[in-house]
């Protein structure tokens, strides 16, 4: 397995425990704030990017979906609603998210559809292609070895089947790059550590896009992986980036 710069980015540097585990503990910790601190570091903008990530797998019409990493379950109801799937199993090792995500399904009637379920993106409980579709928004970068992330979902999905993902990016173009940074740095942060009472989450989280392989360095990742006809899409100027692959 390759090792990458992210792979070693945790949210507490002082710990002796693995990226795993301090994501899983920092997760519990802010779950409480995290759907607010979403919407405010993406100005908004997040609910649109996992509805033209979800579009990508309309005309599939995928019955079986797993949404790894789900957090508070926001990308799996929409899907829910935007798909119509027979099945939509979402997991992820935080369980103090999957409570806030559970609440959520209640309210929304999908119960029937939706499973919120413990669960490791390195090691998922599932059978080899299971899955017509894999889902991620703002996961990815928290595996604790990305190539052994990308190979469990690609295990885990049917021959054919697409993982989707949506990831926090840096803008290429130089003025707006600048501005970004200056802004994650003056703004983002310093709020993000005020609003969830954790400055070491929101520090974690700047570096982890920071050394995050994106755009052409990651479809480079998934195509050594055996994903096949990978491509990407940037959106709202760079800072955000949708991936999407074949197995």
């Given at each position: ?9 945790v ?19 802010i ?70 995500g ?41 595996f ?29 173009t ?32 700047n ?29 709202t ?11």
């Open positions: 397995m390759n090792e990458y710069p992210h792979d070693s980015v949210p507490f540097r002082a710990s002796s425990e693995g990226k795993k585990e301090q994501v899983q503990e920092m997760f519990d910790k779950a409480f704030r995290y759907d607010f601190l979403n919407h405010f570091l993406s100005v908004g903008n997040d609910t649109s990017w996992r509805r033209k990530a979800l579009k990508l797998l309309k005309s599939d019409n995928p019955r079986q979906i797993l949404d790894v990493a789900t957090g508070t379950g926001d990308f799996a109801v929409l899907a829910a609603e935007m798909l119509k799937p027979e099945k939509i199993i979402a997991i992820d090792i935080s369980e103090g998210m999957l409570e806030i559970r609440e959520k399904v209640r309210k929304a009637g999908l119960q029937s559809i939706i499973a919120m379920e413990t669960g490791d993106s390195e090691a998922i409980s599932f059978e080899d292609n299971s899955f017509d579709a894999v889902i991620v928004a703002f996961g990815i970068r928290n604790e070895n990305l190539d052994k992330g990308l190979n469990e979902i690609k295990r885990v999905l049917k021959q054919g089947g697409k993982l989707v993902a949506i990831e926090a990016t840096k803008p290429s130089p003025l707006i790059r600048d501005f970004y940074k200056l802004y994650m740095k003056c703004v983002a942060t310093p709020l993000g550590r005020w609003l969830s009472k954790d400055k070491d989450a929101y520090q974690y989280l570096n982890s896009v920071k050394y995050f392989p994106e755009k052409k360095a990651f479809i480079q990742i998934l195509n050594q992986t055996g994903y096949r006809n990978a491509f990407y899409k940037t959106m100027l760079g800072t955000c980036t949708i991936y999407c692959a074949e197995k």
